[in-house]
């Protein structure tokens, strides 16, 4: 016991916290001096000693900052009330003047007034309080000096125009109006009841007209074939009738345009085609239309000039391609040669798309063509417009003969052209798709 008394005299005494559950807990403590202190519920020891949690769930020593309620009574909660004493609100009590459960209101006119008996009203440009009117055009301006007229046919501000003919016109992009003969384009004549115009970059020295059903009287002529000392001469084997320079050298000038003769026919024509020459005998190319022939578009002698259609007026191109044509023979194509196409034992002589069936089609055709040897080969089909609407074929070809088809189905009917390419060759043949 002597020892025991000499070893606890020697132990050194450390006061403080001897709880090890204490923030403050010192294992080296020998003397608890009641200094430990402890965690609040939902805090820690980082929080410090007498730290509290607050209603929001933070725990700190300051409390300035502990946790408020808003005006729903949301601990922490943001929501505050808007001017017209609503929790939460969007101030929608306010009137246009900003002013709580106010009577100004926000009028047609964008004014906001308390003014229930304000008279703004919409102008034709449906703008309220606008200044614009509606002019004899029916166009909507502030503009009260307008010079709308009304035009042949009596409509305000209207395109139309009295045309060659006597018939009130408004142009359109299909059917331009013909006011004049220098509205046709170059090389053009057209014929009426009454008169042909026409419009020429060349020199003419004859006309001559082939009719049927009809003739011609002997007046003498008016306009620019009348000047030209032209004449009238008919010319009983042929029924052809003509108009001829009676003095040499005299013909109507080159770039003339306008009315070319006053006509007066004898009994209604059936149709009429006409033969021009310039001032070396030589035919040049003229263009002729009349008021009334074909008005069918997909037809290859549409008249787009045509006021008045006639029955069996419309030729239709064939399976070879020629405009009035009934197709080649039987057992041959459109070449005159028989038909072998397809055989594997047979090498054309040369390249050449030799048939097009049916023609014209609805909606399939067949496309028959040869190769006379290995070659790359192009099939493309071409609007008449000259836009490419299917490439049929691009690639390498054996020698032989082919056939594939197109399917137009989804194309509009009219006019198309299929281009054969190979090796500095270029075939075109034209078909006609009817819907």
């Given at each position: ?15 403080g ?19 430990c202190?402890?965690v ?7 929080a ?6 607050d ?12 946790c ?28 246009c ?23 703004c ?13 509606l ?15 009304q ?19 408004t ?32 020199a ?9 059903g ?7 002529l ?38 070319l ?25 003229f ?24 029955d ?23 070449d ?28 399939v055709?067949?496309?028959?063509f040869g ?19 299917a ?11 082919y ?33």
């Open positions: 016991s002597n020892q025991a008394c000499a070893i606890t005299d020697e132990m050194p005494i450390i006061e916290c001897m709880s090890s559950y204490a923030c403050n807990y010192d294992e080296n403590v020998t003397v608890d001096d009641g200094t202190w402890f609040n519920t939902g805090c820690s020891c980082e410090g000693q007498g730290a509290v949690t209603n929001c769930g933070v725990c700190d020593i300051d409390p300035i900052n502990d408020t309620q808003d005006c729903y009574g949301a601990w922490g909660g943001d929501a505050v009330e808007d001017e017209c004493g609503v929790c939460g609100g969007d101030n929608s009590c306010l009137d003047a900003g002013i709580p459960n106010g009577d100004s209101l926000l009028d047609n006119c964008g004014t906001c007034d308390d003014d229930p008996s304000n008279n009203t919409p102008d034709c440009n449906g703008d309220w309080g606008g200044t614009a009117g002019d004899n055009c029916g166009i909507c301006d502030t503009d009260s000096e307008n010079d709308c007229i035009d042949c046919d009596g409509v305000w501000g209207g395109t139309g125009e009295m045309d060659l003919f006597g018939a009130c016109c142009a359109a992009e299909e059917s331009p109006c013909i006011i004049t003969g220098c509205d046709l384009p170059d090389s053009t004549v057209y014929l009426t009841e009454t008169s042909m115009a026409f419009n020429s970059s060349k003419i020295k004859q006309i001559k007209l082939t009719m049927n009809a003739g011609i009287s002997g007046s003498p008016l306009g620019a074939a009348g000047v030209a000392g032209f004449n009238w001469i008919v010319d009983p084997d042929s029924n052809w009738v003509l108009g001829k320079n009676q003095f040499e050298g005299t013909t109507i000038p080159a770039d003339s345009c306008g009315n003769f006053n006509i007066d026919y004898l009994n209604n024509p059936v149709s009429i085609s006409v033969e021009i020459k310039d001032e070396n005998n030589t035919v040049i190319g263009s002729s239309y009349f008021n009334s022939g074909c008005i069918e578009e997909t037809a290859c002698n549409y008249n787009p000039y045509s006021l008045e259609d006639i069996g007026a419309c030729a239709y191109i064939d399976e070879c391609g020629e405009c009035g044509g009934s197709g080649p023979d039987e057992g041959l194509d459109c005159g040669d028989d038909l072998a196409f397809i055989n594997p034992g047979l090498i054309p002589e040369t390249y050449n798309i030799h048939n097009i069936y049916p023609n014209p089609f609805n909606p055709t067949n496309i028959e190769l006379p040897e290995n070659a790359f080969v192009q099939i493309v089909v071409y609007d008449i417009k000259g836009r490419q609407i490439a049929l074929m691009n690639s390498f070809q054996f020698a032989g003969y056939s594939l088809t197109w399917d137009a189905s989804d194309s509009p009917s009219g006019v198309y052209f299929i281009d054969m390419i190979s090796d500095g060759f270029k075939q075109t043949r034209q078909v006609v798709l009817m819907k």
